[in-house]
């Protein structure tokens, strides 16, 4: 929760990924360290400390781009 994490369905474990909100611009680093999310339409589920720094705690969800850095 408090680590700069995600989940992704199919990406390996240790993944590092920039994930990018449309909605303002701002960008996270963060590494894959679950499964999910297993909701439709979804692509990544953020941690808490990830999803505050781009600003999406408040809506909960929002068009991302996510790149795979490493």
Do not use: C, Q, W
């Not at 994490?5 to 920039?18: D, E, M, P, Q, R």
């Not at 701002?26 to 999910?36: P, S």
């Not at 809506?59 to 795979?68: D, L, M, Y």
């Amino acid at each position: 929760m408090y680590d700069m994490t995600a989940a992704h369905k199919t990406l390996k474990f240790g993944t590092k990924v920039k994930v990018t909100n449309h909605n303002n611009g701002k960008a996270v680093t963060v590494r894959i360290n679950d499964r999910g999310p297993f909701v439709g339409g979804r692509v990544i589920d953020l941690s808490r400390s990830a999803a505050d720094a781009i600003d999406l705690v408040a809506p909960g969800t929002a068009p991302v781009t996510v790149e795979v850095i490493g």
